[in-house]
Each structure stands twice: as structure tokens, then as C-alpha cells.
């Protein structure tokens, strides 16, 4: 489960408050996973030669929606989220991007195209050449906010700011050691995401918690980014695309469902039902299967990121035998069932 430990330090007459989140992923291996989401600090660049990223897909944070729609059209979709904002979603066979948007304007962006202008960053960048021109620091501060990353962030999303109210988080597949993805935001989302462990004074934002009917809009959301994403990724490995499988979605909703309910988080109900038994329950049948499952991670970009860098469940995002996919999220916690038929 995730655990929020809350420490209140008192330091001079200033109350400063330090949360620690763990996000939790768990594979077909039965493999416990425990993975930290703690931010890193970076340092704004001086004398950023912004000019020549004029077209980069980051000039667009803090520009109105119609600007963008001018230069790529309308979106095919638009998802709900738990922050405040919608994301406008651009897909095709190669191509995949969410745009943020709150009060028209764009606050946030990723994507793990290789077709899209995101210098000085690209999709397929190594580690290496991303050192060669920025220094990957440890943590980074702005407004009453520090952010803290440890050495695993800095090695696995670390953060670049690239303005004042810029940022760029970088998804590093660590299989690979090249970046796999990239999510754009502002400081308004860094807050509202904490990404990484945090030291605040004063007050820090938090999103409104929704109610029943807007959280099912948003679950429908995350689930529909899993199935494109997965695809994507699959894509871009070069391994074939799977179809949506409406019965493995329904045994993946009420798995996430009755792990939130009943606050457990495994492959195996509280009976001892596991995937066999919840699929065939569901009716839904195949040759073969897998699972994988997460909890408490801020959206879909930090998940899906999350399992292509831990093994089991980067092998079940990657296997060539299946052919379909089911989805289902409830709160925060996020099942895929791969089949093969």
C-alpha cells in the first residue's frame, strides 16, 4: 500500500512539513515491489537559448488550447483527471500525446512519440547524452516547496526545469538506459503531483476529492490511457498492438475494486481466487494470460513508466503471444489483464 508518513518538524518558529509516498507495483512473478516516489531537484538553466526550441513541444505550457489546435487540430478524445485538469488526448499508429489543459490553458503535456519536436530532449536519448548537457541534481526548490529525489529518481525520471514555471520530468527505461518518455507541467501540477518526497512550509495544494460519479469519469479515463499507452509502448518496441477485451476489463475493474474496498494489494483475493479464477468468473477465455497491477501512482504516465522498468511486468507489457487487453482502475489502483486467444 502506499504509505504517507507525515513529520512535522519545528524549526525556529516556522512549521515545516516532510511527506514520504511509496507506490507499490506487484508482477505475475509474484514479485513485491516497493518503489518510491520521491522528486528530484534540478536547477533552473541560466541563459537557456530558448529561441531555438520555438517549435519544442514545452513552448506550448501556459499557452490557450487554440493555439496548439491550430498548429495539430482537435483532440480525439478528452479524459477527466483527479487535478483540476482535463487531458486532451492525440493519438495515431505511431503517435501518442496528452495535453493538459485547465481554464483553456495548457498546463501539462507527455508523450513517448519519437515523432514529435521535444528538444533538446528526444524519445531514444540515452543517459548519457542527456548528462553530457544538463547536470541531474538531487533536488529542487520554488515558492515554499523542496523537492528531494533519491539516487534511484535521479537514475530513473529525473527532473530538468527549463524556465521559471517549466518543467520537464524525464521517464527513463532502465532496461535500455534511454528516455521512454517525457511529461511537461508547471509548477501548479509539480504541487499538486508531488512526484517525489517533499518539504513544505505554510500550506500545500491538494486536489478536491471527487465525487462518486466524476471518479468513475476519471477511472474511465486512466483506463482508456493504460490501453493506449500499452499499445504505444508496444509500438515502439516494435511488438504488435492488442485489442481491447471488454470480459478481461470487467475482471480487472473488480480486482482493483475489491483491493481498494478490502485494502490488500495482490494478485490472490482475500478467498484466495486468483487471475485464473477472476477471468473465468468474468467469462472471458484464452490460452494464456497475465497481470499486472499498481497502486497509488499519480496518474498513467507515472505507472506505465513504472512497469516497463520493473521486469516482470515490462515482460507482460512486451510479450508477443498476447493478442488482448483488459483494463479496469478503481481509485488508484490499476489491474491489466493480458490474454492470448
Known sequence: MKKILIFLLIAAAIGIFFIFYEEELYSGNNQYIKMSVIDTKTEVIEN???????????????KNIDEFEKEYGEASRTDSTLYGYEWKIYQSDDDYVQVGVADQHIVTLYTNSKKRDMLPFAIGMTSEELKQTYKLVDSIEFDHLRFKLTSK??????VIQLEENIFAQLFIDTFTDKIAGIRFMDKKVFELHKPYEVYYYGEIKEPEEPSDQDWGQIEKGMENQIYDITNAIRTSYGVSTLQWDEKASIAAKAHSTDM????YFSHYRLNGDGLQERLLEAGAYYFSAGENIAAHYVDVPAVMHGWLNSEGHREALLKEDYTHLGVGVYRLYYTQNFLEK
Open 48 to 62: 537557456h537559448p530558448s529561441i531555438m526550441y520555438n517549435q519544442s513541444l514545452w513552448r506550448y505550457i501556459g
Open 153 to 158: 529518481d535521479v537514475s530513473e525520471r529525473p
Open 260 to 263: 481498494k474496498k478490502q485494502n
